[in-house]
Structures are given as structure tokens and as C-alpha cells.
């Protein structure tokens, strides 16, 4: 089942304790951030006062004892995409309470290399995430098998990672 609107927001807004996602591409094309990252190329940082509905979102979650987190698979030299998002998205996201870690694959052979872009929810809901080549969003999709396969990737892409705070001060 494709995931769009209402039905993606509520997967959000049903979980009881934990949303994570595991994200493999080092470019997401996102028609939305164009300007933002043609200003991040042009020089331009983002506002030390950066605020987002995400942000607001995460910050409520976590109010409420719920857990968000996510681990993103990168290897050196980082794209100029990961480099803005870095910057305009994820030293923000961690100040808002997310948990976003960083498996650099550099130097190392990956731990999940044929795992696909995913959220898990609770340990039990499953959406897989479609992207084009280019990194362009396709699809949501329902996963409707079991859903250990992908809580133990989630198990493997947090140990094997560190936090963003400290990559990002090494």
C-alpha cells in the first residue's frame, strides 16, 4: 500500500514510542530545498536560529517521552547534498531532540549493503522509501511482511555508527 498525505502523517502521529529511519543515498532531490542549497553552494550557513515544523514536531515527541531518531550511511567525500543537509538540517534536528547518527562506510566494508531506504515505527511498522537514481522521492510503500529483518538493520546501523556531534568534530 503507497503511503501519501494522511495516511504518511499518520504514521507520525499512531506511534507510541519510537520513529527511526535508516537513509543510504548521498543526494535526496527534494524540489522543496533548491533555493536552500543553492545558497548553501553559494556560501551562505544556516541561520544559528533555524526553526522547522520538523523541529517543532521532534521537540513534541520528545516531550513526550517518545523516541526519533535516524542513521545515515555516507562515505568520504561527502556530497554536496550530505554537506547542506549536515549544515541546514542536522545540527539543527539534534538540538531539537532527534537522534541522528552517522555510518561512515569510507574505510570499512558496509554492514547493511543492500539495505534500502526505511522508517520503522515501534519496531513494528514498516515504510519503505522509493527514490529514483537522482535521489528523487518515488514512493511510500506499506511494508506488509515481518518486520524483524528490519529491526535488527536498525540494531546494526546504531551500533555500527556514531552520533552527527561527533562525526561532524572529526
Known sequence: M????????QCFDSMQS??????????????????KLARFL???????????GWMDEVEQWTAEGKRVG????????????LRFEFEYYYR????????????????RENPLPSVR??????QSKIVLMNYRADGTQI?????????APF???QRVAVAESVPFLEYVRS
Open 151 to 153: 529491526v535488527e538493520y
Open 42 to 52: 553559494a556560501g551562505e550557513s544556516s541561520p544559528e536560529d533555524y526553526k522547522s
Open 18 to 35: 519510537e520513529a527511526w529511519r535508516l537513509e543510504t543515498l548521498p543526494t535526496y532531490t527534494m524540489p522543496q530545498e533548491a533555493e
Open 2 to 9: 503507497l503511503l501519501a498525505g494522511d495516511a504518511w502523517n
Open 92 to 107: 539543527h534536528h539534534v538540538r531539537a531532540g532527534e537522534d541522528i547518527r552517522i555510518l561512515d562506510v569510507t574505510d
Open 70 to 81: 535516524r542513521v545515515h550511511i555516507v562515505t568520504r567525500p561527502l556530497s554536496d547534498y
Open 117 to 122: 531506504d526505511f522508517w520503522i515505527f515501534d
Open 139 to 147: 514512493s511510500r510503500e506499506l511494508f506488509g511482511g515481518d518486520p
